[in-house]
């Protein structure tokens, strides 16, 4: 497989990293604004360096890319390379707008290319083996969870992160994690109720969001930028017959501390697992599989809609003090 890596920002070094050592894959280029960058990734790879993404195609012909650019540029990247018949590995969120998630999708299928949409806590050890245990019963029928995701107030390259047209805000950016993941194990959502704190100079935004689902599940989600602790993600599913809780402080069974990477600070925190496998490494390594094989994902570029479509219910619900059918007006 002749991989590219557009954006060689966290995301783009994660990916960088992972592909170099992913057996059977080549990653052929690497292409970002600020050359610095690229030739950063370039070295992690073993790949050649771009500054111009269209040139970087020209040359290499990659048969897919992974699209690590800001947000609000998934969806023009997305087009671009779905019209040269390129597969696509694209971070989350898909798009900002629900008629931008749903135009990838489209673009993607007129053109016989395959979308991924990195939904990664799908991938993490124990969020998996939660999503297990719960479909094996052993928690009775599940009735209600909470799940919290508390990062540091993200930087990246202009502050892209702090411009809530550009990044969506934390329930877009952050909390659509638990988002997509709550719809793994209770199904679709009906209605949110949401409020966020408005984005501060002081770096900090704070959002608390119910789901209910059709299924008459219910779950209470927190997310929050400007945590002064490391990255940390809870959650506790409870059903008719226990309860499931989780605390990522709680499990990390190595405190690994790299010399070299000293004291520097990422611009956006990346949730760890103590495990051997990388989540993010497992979770490139299936799409690429499913590639290979034409398997539908865990994760579908629809499910990555519908979470796009959820948060910003959740955005509307925030915005007017009301409870927000999906799909719908406030209720
Ligand atoms: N799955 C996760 O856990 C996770 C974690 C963090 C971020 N993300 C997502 O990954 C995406 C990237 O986030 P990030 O934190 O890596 O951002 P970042 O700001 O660190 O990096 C983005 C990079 O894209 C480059 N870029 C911008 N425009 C470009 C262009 N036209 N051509 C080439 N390069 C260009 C920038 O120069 C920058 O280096 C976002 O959608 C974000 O929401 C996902």
Known sequence: ????????????????????????????????????????????????????????????????????????????????L?????????????????????????????????????????????????????????????????????????????????????????IMDLMIHDIDYACWLFGDVESVYASVTEPSLSGMEYAQVTLKFFSGAIANLTGFWGYAGPFTTQFEISGTGGIIQFDSNQVQSLDLKIASEGVQRAAVQVPSSPTVHDPYYNEVKYFIECIRNGSEPLVTAADATRAVEIALACERSAQTGQPVQVGGNAL
């Open 82 to 170: 779905a019209k040269r018949g390129i597969h696509i590995i694209c971070e989350k969120p898909a798009a900002l707008t629900l008629e931008d998630a749903k135009a990838m999708e489209a673009e993607c299928h007129k053109h016989g290319v395959r979308l991924f949409i990195g939904h990664v806590v799908r991938f993490f050890p124990n969020y998996r083996n939660a999503f297990d245990q719960v479909q094996s019963g052993k928690i009775g029928v599940p009735k209600m969870a909470h799940f919290k995701r508390f990062a540091s107030y993200p930087q990246g390259v202009d502050l892209w992160y702090h411009d809530r047209s550009k990044s969506g805000g934390v």
């Open 1 to 80: 497989m002749n991989i590219a890596i557009i954006g060689c920002g966290t995301m783009g070094m994660i990916y960088a990293r992972n592909l170099g050592k992913m057996p059977g894959v080549t990653v052929s280029a690497v292409a970002d604004l600020i050359a610095e960058r690229a030739n950063r990734a370039a070295e992690a790879c073993g790949a050649a360096a771009y500054t111009d993404w269209e040139q970087m195609l020209e040359e290499v012909k990659p048969e897919t890319v992974a699209v690590c650019v800001p947000t609000y540029l998934h969806k023009s990247f997305t087009l671009e």
